[in-house]
RNA sequence: GGCGCCUUAGCCAAGCGGUAAGGCACGAGUCUGCAAAACUCUGAUGAUCGGUCCGACUCCGAUAGGCGCCUCCA
């Protein structure tokens, strides 16, 4: 079935073709490894896990590349910044590749628990400073670039246009910059490409230049060409690199050969929180490990993700986060149902489902509609383990582990079991009074008792 | 100063030029000694104003509010 995407390139969806149906080539853009990743980080993340899901759903294999920013990158073109890495470390008291190891580690971790597909090739900037100078050098031999005692500039004026991606042009913003136009850059565009290390500069190499480390940008070109070649399929990234990231990466691309290095440019809008920006000042920066603080699980996360579309805004609240928690639990209490059930499902009905579904997701991965077929599925009054075996197919897609989830059978400590055990005792000689008490003090203990048709049922809250 | 986006019921939200998916919450009911759970039922005329059209939430314009980018940022 045809699959469509929006794409910022063109400002359109369109019909997704590949350049090679045996394999799709995806770059994405990943993680600077300076700190611990946040949930905004990780709704980027989500997106690029459901991409490969609905890709590979599809019936194509991937080839994906995802770069880890272990360089550190200057806070502005003028070098008189601290980089982020050097930041990190002097905050921490360690040094640079301390640093991006241990968070390297962590967001590793993180995506791990909300069960993102790892892409095929995952690979740091510090690993490919070779590649870099390669692609750097033939950019100057290409006529593309100048340079200045200390930095070596791509000249954006060499190109046909650029800003194709944003709609910016030099004329335009050379006319209400905020920004100081820094000394040296012949047009306001221009970006850092090989900058030389000041003497007390950590992360730097032997280069053509002297000891140096590569400009922001340089990295995801080069290791996009060595991993994916010239022209791949889809490159994705978070809204904020379209203005400059990624232009830059099109603008080093066409100077080392002459083309944009991709057809299809996806790019996941930000997660809000309560209708503003997330930031540290506002105290709403939220990690995996403050969801899980405040009862919620990973993929109660995941969950929420899905009540929208990546390319919109989501309004992060915790109020949805409680309707993500108990939607997850229906899916799965509903999943558990069906594999017990035996029910016949039509042939048509099965159908019906599946091309809704499929419909859905390869609608540049509407997954709100994808939802809401997953939902009729699960809420179908017919209990059927062909339902069940649906939503276990559709969950390749969703990525909630259904297969793995089993009721557990809570460990209960001896002293509830006991408790347990007398308001069993009292309801036999329907003594309400014991029982409700019980049930009170099993409560008070952080215990959820419920009298279902099959007997006591107590979890743990 | 420039570029762009958003505004749909309490919350998260989808689609669509022809009279608004889904989830959760709320409310009502069934069940139960009660409670919880489960199940059933139940809600919006689309920020405001104006225009185009036989017909607009869906197109155009204005107003209000919000967000983002132009500087590291998913």
Not at 98 to 110: H, N, Q, R, V, W
Not at 367 to 378: H, K, R, T
């Amino acid at each position: 079935m045809d699959i469509y995407f929006y794409n910022t390139l063109t400002k359109k969806k369109e019909l997704f073709k590949p350049l090679d149906p045996k394999e799709i080539k995806i770059y994405s853009c990943g993680p600077t490894v300076y700190y611990y990743a946040h949930i905004g980080n990780l709704r980027a993340y989500l997106f690029m896990d459901n991409l490969r899901r609905v890709l590979r759903y599809n019936g194509y294999k991937l080839k994906h590349v995802m770069n880890i920013t272990d360089v550190g990158h200057l806070v502005s073109d003028a070098d008189d910044g601290e980089d982020k890495m050097v930041k990190a470390a002097k905050r921490e008291n360690k040094n640079p590749y301390e640093i991006a190891s241990f968070y390297l580690d962590a967001f590793l971790k993180d995506i791990d628990k909300l069960n993102i597909d790892k892409p095929e090739i995952i690979a740091r900037a510090t690993e490919n400073i070779d590649i870099m100078e390669q692609y750097v050098k033939k950019i100057i031999e290409n006529g593309y670039t100048y340079q200045t005692d200390d930095t070596i500039y791509f000249d954006t004026s060499k190109l046909d246009k650029y800003g194709v991606l944003s709609n910016r042009n030099i004329e335009e913003q050379k006319a209400g910059a905020r920004v100081e136009f820094d000394n040296g850059k012949k047009n306001i565009s221009d970006f850092a490409l090989w900058i030389k290390a000041p003497e007390n500069h950590l992360m730097k190499w032997d280069s053509f230049f002297g000891k140096a480390y590569p400009g922001w940008h340089l990295e995801c070109s080069a290791m996009g060409y060595k991993y994916l070649g010239e022209k791949f399929d889809i490159h994705t990234g978070g809204m904020d690199h379209i203005p400059v990231h990624h232009e830059n990466e099109i603008a080093q691309s066409k100077g080392f050969c002459g083309h944009i290095p991709a057809n299809y440019w996806m790019h996941v809008d930000f997660l809000q929180v309560n209708g503003g920006k997330m930031s540290k000042s506002l105290n709403n920066l939220y990690t995996l490990e403050d969801l899980k603080q405040r009862g919620y699980e990973p993929l109660v996360y995941r969950m929420f993700n899905f009540t929208s579309n990546y390319k919109t805004p989501i309004n992060f609240t915790f109020e949805a986060m409680d309707t993500a928690k108990i939607s997850l639990n229906k899916l799965r209490e509903a999943y558990l149902t069906h594999m017990n059930g035996n029910e016949e499902i039509s042939d048509i009905q099965m159908q019906e489902y599946e091309n809704k579904f499929l419909e859905a997701i390869n609608d540049n991965l509407n997954m709100p509609v994808a939802m809401s077929v997953v939902w009729d599925i699960a809420k179908n009054p017919k209990k059927s383990k062909q339902l069940a075996n649906l939503l276990l197919k559709f969950d390749e897609v969703l990525g909630f582990d259904l297969k793995n989830y089993e009721k557990k059978e809570e460990e209960l400590p001896q002293e509830i079991i006991e408790l347990i055990n007398n308001r069993k005792i009292a309801r036999l000689e329907k003594n309400w009074k014991e029982s409700d008490r019980l049930r009170d003090i099993i409560s008070q203990k952080g215990y959820e008792v419920k009298d279902t048709q099959n007997g006591m049922e107590v979890i743990k809250r």
